[in-house]
């Protein structure tokens, strides 16, 4: 295969110098040769690959996952140190998706983005307007809270019938 490579890089050279708008120094021609051979070395992949990525960087947390997540109302990001409600606009910021964050520390797949005081505050949030669940659902609900209220009070008009009553 070697010989196809080096003989395939040989045509190509005598054509690029038989080419009469070709203006070139005898000192060129063994550069250009060995650059067509490098260059059908890769095309056919007989030639060495280059690491086209580069070398994967060693990244040390600033502080332990363990202490990352010790507080309930923050999680402490592995890059900066920070204390953090949410890691997701922080990462987006450092050019991170979550699940690259998690890779480059080695995190698990199930390692929090959100601090649980927040998550449990929108989520408390969330039920108080009704997020989540089905119409049918919601109807119930509201009767039920109609309920529990007191009856509404009276208008300017019964309290003034009643008082002259």
Do not use: C
Not at 57 to 76: C, F, G, M, N, Q
Request: charged content about 25%; cysteine-free.
């Amino acid at each position: 295969m070697t010989n196809n490579t080096v003989e395939l890089a040989t045509e190509l050279t005598i054509a690029w110098l038989s080419n009469p708008n070709t203006r070139a120094a005898s000192e060129d021609v063994p550069a250009f040769l060995q650059q067509m051979h490098h260059a059908v070395s890769n095309l056919t992949g007989t030639g060495a690959p280059e690491s086209s990525e580069e070398p994967q960087a060693e990244y040390t947390p600033a502080v332990s996952v363990r202490k990352s997540l010790a507080s309930k109302d923050h999680i402490i990001s592995l890059i900066d140190g920070k204390p953090y409600k949410t890691l997701r606009r922080h990462l987006a910021g450092q050019g991170l998706t979550p699940d690259e964050y998690r890779q480059r520390y080695g995190l698990k797949s199930d390692y929090p983005m959100v601090a649980e005081s927040y998550s449990e505050a929108r989520r408390d949030m969330a039920k108080k307007i009704g997020l989540g669940r089905k119409a049918g659902a919601k109807k119930s609900t509201e009767q039920a809270a109609e309920a529990e209220t007191p009856a509404p009070r009276r208008g300017r008009k019964a309290a003034a019938a009643s008082a002259e009553g």
